[in-house]
């Protein structure tokens, strides 16, 4: 039994498959059997894309400083790591001059 090739669609090819069946009225089971999609998957589709429909309408901004807060939160805790590595480090210097008499 051959394997079918399976279809990988973008999120924007998805909003066309979608739209031609809300705004054009083109049947659902007409548009899977010519893209060769399972009705059900059809279904998924509209209902992430209803389900995520008010992302579309928020503003950048609001986008913009998600991002920028995330990047801050992955900064923090790559400088808290950092420091955690200098003051094993400091220590480890510490303990090794002790046994060498330096200090």
Same mark, same amino acid.
């Not at 054009?24 to 059997?33: A, K, P, Q, T």
């Not at 923090?76 to 210097?93: H, N, R, Y």
């Given at each position: 039994m =051959?394997?079918k090739k399976?279809?990988y669609y973008? $999120?924007?090819? *998805?909003?066309a &498959?979608?739209?031609?069946?809300?705004?054009n $009225?083109?049947r659902?089971s007409d548009?899977? +059997? @010519?893209l060769n &999609?399972?009705?059900?998957?059809?279904y998924?589709w509209?209902k992430?894309?209803? @389900?995520?429909g008010?992302? =579309?309408?928020?503003? $950048? =901004?609001k986008?913009?400083?998600?991002t920028?807060?995330r990047?801050?939160?992955e900064?923090?805790a790559k400088? #808290?790591? *950092? +420091?955690?590595?200098i003051?094993?480090?400091v220590?480890?210097?510490?303990?090794a001059k *002790?046994n &060498? #008499?330096?200090?």
């Amino acid at each position: 039994m =051959a394997k079918k090739k399976r279809n990988y669609y973008s $999120g924007e090819q *998805k909003v066309a &498959i979608l739209k031609r069946h809300l705004v054009n $009225g083109e049947r659902i089971s007409d548009i899977c +059997d @010519e893209l060769n &999609i399972n009705p059900n998957m059809f279904y998924r589709w509209q209902k992430t894309f209803f @389900e995520n429909g008010a992302k =579309a309408f928020e503003s $950048g =901004a609001k986008t913009k400083v998600d991002t920028e807060t995330r990047r801050l939160e992955e900064l923090q805790a790559k400088l #808290g790591q *950092k +420091d955690s590595v200098i003051s094993e480090l400091v220590t480890e210097l510490i303990k090794a001059k *002790k046994n &060498i #008499g330096e200090i």
